[in-house]
């Protein structure tokens, strides 16, 4: 069977550059690991780095379905495979990098109080009200297409009540950003201010974030 020219050209771009780009950013944001071995200092730039590329991608594949609107087919198919390469090879460095170097303390802090703190106010307030449920829980929305073209909406509730019920130390119903760290660090036994391997697991497992449904 005859391979048309234009996908042709467009998987390879694909494949690639989602190895080129995937194993470049990997390589940097290595580098990136070596020179902030400890704490959370190395979590921003080599995130920038996949989010970056990523968007690159992005802009790329865009010109490439400008191209192949405006009658240059194989044209906008590289810019299209190339693209997508760049949004996968951006993905995976990432998970590479989580992989290979774990989590910052800080930063998974962070990422934790910026999903559950609803008042902003930078603490937890293990307590809700009539009118406000307790920041230990967090909806998510999901948008999905079945197989007959209708579109549905979900709602996933997820919790971090233990972490919160746990770092809540003084028992005042509020669990601190200086409590949560606390208790993040505990299972930090390299003492790197980094949770990686068997000590994100860990974690994760006793006091990890979890799907209520």
Request: charged share 25%.
């Amino acid at each position: 069977m005859a391979v048309n020219p234009v996908v042709a050209v467009g998987v390879g771009a694909g494949v690639a550059t989602a190895l080129g780009v995937g194993f470049g950013v990997t390589k940097i944001t290595d580098a990136i690991a070596e020179k902030h071995p400890n704490g959370s200092s190395a979590d921003g730039p080599a995130a920038a780095w996949s989010l970056g590329t990523g968007f690159l991608g992005v802009l790329t594949t865009g010109l490439g379905v400008f191209a192949s609107a405006r009658a240059n087919p194989m044209v906008g198919a590289g810019l299209i495979g190339a693209g997508s390469g760049m949004m996968v090879g951006a993905v995976a460095s990432g998970i590479a990098f989580t992989v290979r170097h774990g989590v910052g303390v800080d930063t998974l802090r962070d990422s934790l109080v910026s999903k559950y703190d609803h008042n902003w106010n930078g603490q937890l307030e293990l307590d809700g009200s009539f009118w406000r449920q307790p920041e230990t829980i967090r909806t998510e929305r999901r948008e999905w297409e079945d197989s007959d073209g209708d579109t549905h909406v979900d709602y996933d509730l997820y919790t971090i009540d233990a972490l919160a019920n746990t770092a809540d130390a003084n028992r005042d119903r509020i669990a601190t950003r200086a409590e949560l760290r606390d208790t993040i660090k505990r299972y930090d036994e390299n003492g790197d201010d980094r949770l990686q391997g068997a000590e994100a697991r860990r974690f994760d497992r006793e006091l990890g974030e979890r799907q209520i449904y």
